[in-house]
């Protein structure tokens, strides 16, 4: 079974997906939170907008550097702008 | 010192008496409350608010600790609704108790405004669609004249 890692969805991104959260392929070994990012916008094409400006946290910590490497254990959520108050 | 994500409503005498019993000087606090705007939806009925609730009480934290560390609050609070809100009620409410009134004013300000940009809470609207006009048959829609 290929890994996976878990992806959750919130406002605008998860009524472009329609779920709140997936469990998603990882892309190939090594990949990165872009290339993550990348095959979401791809299956998800209403999606794309949103990630864009979206803020991504991994594993509760906001991803700074989109290149870093993801794991089969790690779950990543898709922050879109926040609208509190 | 004080965060919440609330599914209840939010009592502002709760949020007054949590500042007040710091004793300090200046105590300034700031209550949001669902508006009845007209968009292009509709007229907002209500709110509904969503958050990621580790992250949320997190920059909530982080938001009241930089209000001590700034201006040198006492006492601070900053809670927030989520789930449905409807018109009238509070949506959210911040506030801080610091040594004088110039600063309980701008930890205030400071609060609301980066709740706004660093909290992960998001809202959608919740609007009833503004009634058409009903046509008369044989009279053309408009404003009639006479």
Partial sequence: ?85 | MSVRLSGRALSIPAAARALEASGAGGVAFFAGRVRPDRTPEGTVVALDYEADPPMALRALRDLEREAVRRFGARAVVAWHRVGRVRVGEVAVIVGAACGHRAEAFDATRYLIEELKRTVPIWKAVRARPARRPRRSPGRRAGRSSG
């Fill in chain 1, 1 to 85: 079974m290929p890994p996976t890692l878990t992806v959750r969805f919130f406002a605008t991104a998860r009524q472009a997906t329609g779920r709140s959260s997936v469990a998603w392929e990882i892309p190939r070994e090594g990949a990165s939170v872009a290339d993550v990012l990348r095959s979401l916008g791809a299956s998800f094409p209403r999606l794309a907008p949103t990630l864009r400006v979206a803020r991504i946290v991994r594993n509760g910590r906001y991803v700074e550097d989109l290149a870093e490497a993801v794991g089969s254990r790690d779950e990543l959520s898709v922050h879109p702008p926040y609208g509190g108050g």
